[in-house]
C-alpha cells in the first residue's frame, strides 16, 4: 500500500524567513496530493492541493511543489509568520476512497 | 467546503466504558471517514462509512470495538467499546468535499478522549 514519508520532523524558522516541507510516496497511482495545518486542539484545515497533471500551484504565501518522477512533492511557505506556527501533514491519495498521511512536521515560527 | 461539528468535543471516560461521538455536517455527502490521531502522532484511518450500507474497515480496526452508524448522508457516530488507556486519542470525522475541481477530505474539530 501507499506509504508517505515527511522530513523534517520539527522546523524552526524566524519570522520572515522561509520554511520548505518535504514528502515522499511509494504508490505510483496516488494523483492527489493535500496538505493541511493542524493547529494545537483543532482539527487538521486544508491548505493547498496539487494534481499529478501539475508541477506547481501557489496560493499567496504558500506553494507546492510535486515531482511525479520521483514521488515527491513539497511545501513551500515564504515570509513566515507567528500564526504559521502549526502542526503540518502532506498526504496522498491512491485511490479515490483513500488518503494516506505523513508522520507531520511541527513548524514554529520564531518572532 | 462542508462545515463539521463533532460532539463531544472531549471527554473523560473510565475503562471498561463506551463512548459515541456524533459527527454532523451541514450538507449531504456521500462518504464519511472517522480516523484516529495518537497523541503527537499522524491521522489513522479507521473506517469509511457510506449511507445505507455497512462501514468499511481498514487492517487493525474491528465492528465490535468501533461500531459506526449512518443512518442519513449528514451524520454518523462512531463508538469506541469497552474503552481502555490504549484508545486515548483525538477522534475526527472527515467527509468528502469539494476543492476547485478536485474531491477531497475535510475535517471537523475532532474529539479529545483521555481514559483513565
Known amino acids: 500500500g501507499e506509504n508517505v514519508e515527511q522530513h523534517p520532523s520539527t522546523l524552526s524558522v524566524q519570522e520572515g524567513d522561509s520554511a520548505v516541507i518535504k514528502c515522499t510516496y511509494s504508490?505510483?497511482?496516488?494523483?492527489?496530493f493535500p496538505w493541511y495545518k493542524q493547529e494545537l486542539g483543532k482539527g487538521p484545515q486544508l491548505i493547498i492541493d496539487?494534481?499529478?497533471?501539475?508541477g506547481e500551484k501557489k496560493d499567496q504565501r504558500i506553494a507546492v511543489t510535486l515531482n511525479k518522477t520521483a514521488k515527491h512533492f513539497s511545501l513551500h511557505i515564504t515570509e513566515t509568520q507567528p500564526e504559521d506556527s502549526a502542526v503540518y501533514f502532506c498526504?496522498?491519495?491512491?485511490?479515490?476512497?483513500?488518503?494516506?498521511f505523513g508522520p507531520g512536521t511541527s513548524l514554529s515560527v520564531i518572532p | 467546503s462542508a462545515v463539521i461539528s463533532q460532539k463531544p468535543s472531549r471527554d473523560i471516560c473510565q475503562r471498561g466504558t463506551s463512548l459515541t461521538i456524533q459527527c454532523q455536517v451541514d450538507?449531504?455527502?456521500?462518504?464519511m471517514f472517522w480516523y484516529r490521531q495518537q497523541p503527537g502522532q499522524s491521522l489513522t484511518l479507521i473506517a469509511t462509512?457510506?449511507?445505507?450500507?455497512?462501514?468499511?474497515?481498514e487492517s487493525g480496526f474491528v465492528i465490535d470495538k468501533f461500531p459506526i452508524s449512518r443512518p442519513n448522508l449528514t451524520f454518523s457516530t462512531l463508538t469506541v467499546s469497552n474503552m481502555s488507556p490504549e484508545d486515548s486519542s483525538i477522534y475526527l470525522c472527515?467527509?468528502?468535499?469539494?476543492?476547485?475541481?478536485?474531491?477531497?477530505?475535510?475535517f471537523g474539530p475532532g474529539t479529545r478522549l483521555l481514559v483513565l
Open positions: 504508490d505510483s497511482a496516488s494523483n492527489y
Open positions: 450538507s449531504q455527502v456521500t462518504m
Open positions: 472527515s467527509v468528502e468535499g469539494t476543492s476547485g475541481t478536485e474531491e477531497t477530505q475535510y
Open positions: 496539487i494534481r499529478s497533471n501539475v
Open positions: 498526504a496522498a491519495r491512491p485511490s479515490y476512497d483513500k488518503v494516506i
Open positions: 462509512a457510506n449511507q445505507g450500507s455497512e462501514a468499511t474497515y
